[in-house]
């Protein structure tokens, strides 16, 4: 156990089923780190399963989720735009006891799956549908469109999510209007 880690256990409203999740992590020989504000285990150098809590349930984020055989069904895509994390939540410490064998054995999974180096298949930038509305600005304002492909893959697939989120066509202008300065400072979404 990391000491460092303690307090997330402590603050949380979910203590006692956090620290049933860490201790059966941790009895899976994974080292215990905390990374983005939360307990983080870890194979080596990668990244294999994170405790997180939501006001609703608390989780195990497996990294590379979408390569896990998942015959329980119990891992959950939390949107449409994760591609390789997946969830694995409880609302009890009922539910984990019951489940404790299966996600030891999905964490054995996620570390063989580690040692073996395979990657998940992740989308390309350019796969991604561009809006009707950002296209349109695009082809009127050619500066923009060079600082648009200027960026990063990553840069510009998160405004091109930004964009597609809203449902109504003004509300997609609307970002985009906002985002302009921020592109054509080569800047992505969430820069200062």
């Known amino acids: 156990m990391n000491p460092q880690v303690d307090f997330y256990f402590d603050k949380s ?5 956090g620290k049933l999740l860490r201790k ?10 905390l990374k983005w504000g939360v307990p ?8 294999i399963v994170l405790i997180h809590t939501f006001k609703e349930y608390c989780a195990l984020l497996f990294f590379k ?3 896990l055989n998942d015959p329980e069904g119990i891992l959950i895509q939390q949107t449409k735009n994760v591609q390789a994390g997946r969830q694995a939540r409880f609302v009890n410490t009922k539910a984990i006891l019951k489940l404790s064998a299966i996600i030891q054995k999905y964490i054995y999974e996620a570390i ?3 040692k073996a180096g395979v990657k998940v298949a992740l989308k390309k930038t350019s796969e991604y ?3 009707e509305e950002f296209q349109i600005k ?3 304002l050619p500066h923009l469109k060079t600082a648009f492909y200027a960026l990063t893959p990553g840069r510009q697939r998160g405004y091109l999510l930004h964009f597609s989120a809203p449902k109504q066509s003004k509300t997609r202008e609307a970002r985009i209007e906002l985002c302009i300065k921020q592109i ?7 820069d200062e």
Not at 24 to 33: A, H, N, R, T, V
């Open 65 to 67: 989720g979408a390569l």
């Open 13 to 17: 409203t979910w203590q006692k089923e």
């Open 40 to 47: 983080c285990y870890t194979f080596g150098k990668a990244n």
């Open 24 to 33: 059966l992590i941790l009895g899976c020989g994974l080292k215990e780190e």
């Open 184 to 190: 054509l400072n080569g800047k992505g979404l969430n």
């Open 129 to 131: 549908v561009i809006p």
């Open 112 to 114: 063989e799956v580690e």
């Open 138 to 140: 695009l082809n009127k």
